[in-house]
Structure formats: C-alpha cells, structure tokens
T-cell receptor
Framework: GEDVEQSLFLSVREGDSSVINCTYTDSSSTYLYWYKQEPGAGLQLLTYIFSNMDMKQDQRLTVLLNKKDKHLSLRIADTQTGDSAIYFCAEKNTGGFKTIFGAGTRLFVKA | ETGVTQSPTHLIKTRGQQVTLRCSSQSGHNTVSWYQQALGQGPQFIFQ???????GRGNFPPRFSGLQFPNYSSELNVNALELDDSALYLC?????????????FGSGTQLSVL
C-alpha cells in the first residue's frame, strides 16, 4: 500500500541545522517532495528529488534519499525563525494521478 | 503570473447542507487536483481533473463531486454535509507535461460544518 510517515515535531535553536525524516512504503515511488505550510496558508513546494538520485542540494536545503530503506530526509542549514512551519514529505509515481502526503512535521525554531 | 486562487476563504455550514468551493488554476496549468486536510493531518487526495474530465479519484464517497471548466477553473461540490467534512480544502494545479509533476497550491477554503 501507499503510506508516508514522519515524526510529528522538531524543535531547534536558531542557527542550528534541522533534519526532518520521512519513510515511505511504495517502492515504485518516482518523485519525492518536501512541501512547507505556514499558518493559514496552502502548501508551498520547497524541493524534490527523482528516485534515481540520492542527494540534492538547493541553497540551505539538502535532500537525502536512501531508496533501499525508503527513507527521505530534509536538512535545513542555519535554521531561522522564519523556517518555523509544518513540513510535509510526499511521494508520487510517474503517470499516477495522486500525490501521497505524510501527516507533517512541525518545526519550531527558538530564537 | 497569477497563482492558484480559491474562494471563499472560510465557510460555515450545517449538517445536511450542500457546499460549492471554487478554484482558479495558475496560468498555463490545465490539471487541477483537490485535497482535504483535516486538522493536524496531511492533505488527502479527493480527485483530479484534466481537460474537464475526472482523471482519478481517492477514497471519498460520491457525495464529493467536481467540475472543470474550459478555462481550467474547477469546483468541488459536497452534498449532505457531515460533521467530519470540516477541514481545509486545498486546490492544486499543475501543468500537463511537467516531468516533475509538481503541485502548486492555493491557500484553501476552511469549511466548518456545525
């Protein structure tokens, strides 16, 4: 079946790195995404990785994919208070019509 | 470039009523998906529309229905509202042929059923 699981809560100090983890069950997942949701808003795509990659870096964001263990992580370097939000891991198959989301990890950044 | 817009932003209904939510897709996007996000949960896929046809459906009953118009805007209709339908309803558009199949979300409609 299709399932995406994430830890529910993470608290870090401003300036530290944050690492948000995710596991998924569908071995045919082709695309893996990280979306961010701020209070009262919709989801915003942060970054994504294709399943034949194992790492992608985009400014302060680093995505690591372990396809064997079906484990995805998002590292945010130099975390700022503005990074406080809910982060959703999501997966999709090529040609499929739906994106499957996890329940979200609430990141709290202490000044 | 205009992003995805949804209306209304908030809505209060009573059990048994019907509701229509609206979505304008981002310019150039011809695929629209609807998601339900209950409090504290991730978005759950309701259905997707492409070229005015339902392209796929999640695990939602038939009282959830939709439409897509020639300008790619879309409506979500929910009949016989139940208390559990209270949620944030998100519309997302995507361009056909987008290899990475990214979703662009609106800010959602917060529906409360009393």
């Amino acid at each position: 079946g299709e399932d995406v699981e994430q830890s529910l809560f993470l608290s870090v100090r401003e300036g530290d790195s944050s690492v948000i983890n995710c596991t998924y069950t569908d071995s045919s997942s082709t695309y893996l995404y990280w979306y961010k949701q701020e209070p009262g808003a919709g989801l915003q795509l942060l970054t994504y990785i294709f399943s034949n990659m194992d790492m992608k870096q985009d400014q302060r964001l680093t995505v690591l994919l372990n396809k064997k263990d079906k484990h995805l992580s998002l590292r945010i370097a130099d975390t700022q208070t503005g990074d406080s939000a809910i982060y959703f891991c999501a997966e999709k198959n090529t040609g499929g019509f739906k994106t499957i989301f996890g329940a979200g990890t609430r990141l709290f950044v202490k000044a | 470039e205009t992003g995805v817009t949804q209306s209304p932003t908030h809505l209060i209904k009573t059990r048994g009523q019907q509701v229509t939510l609206r979505c304008s897709s981002q310019s150039g996007h011809n695929t629209v998906s609807w998601y339900q996000q209950a409090l504290g949960q991730g978005p759950q896929f309701i259905f997707q529309y492409y070229r005015e046809e339902e392209n796929g459906r999640g695990n939602f009953p038939p009282r959830f229905s939709g439409l897509q118009f020639p300008n790619y805007s879309s409506e979500l209709n929910v009949n016989a509202l139940e208390l559990d339908d209270s949620a944030l309803y998100l519309c997302a558009s995507s361009p056909s042929g987008d290899r990475d199949e990214k979703l662009f979300f609106g800010s959602g409609t917060q529906l409360s059923v009393l």
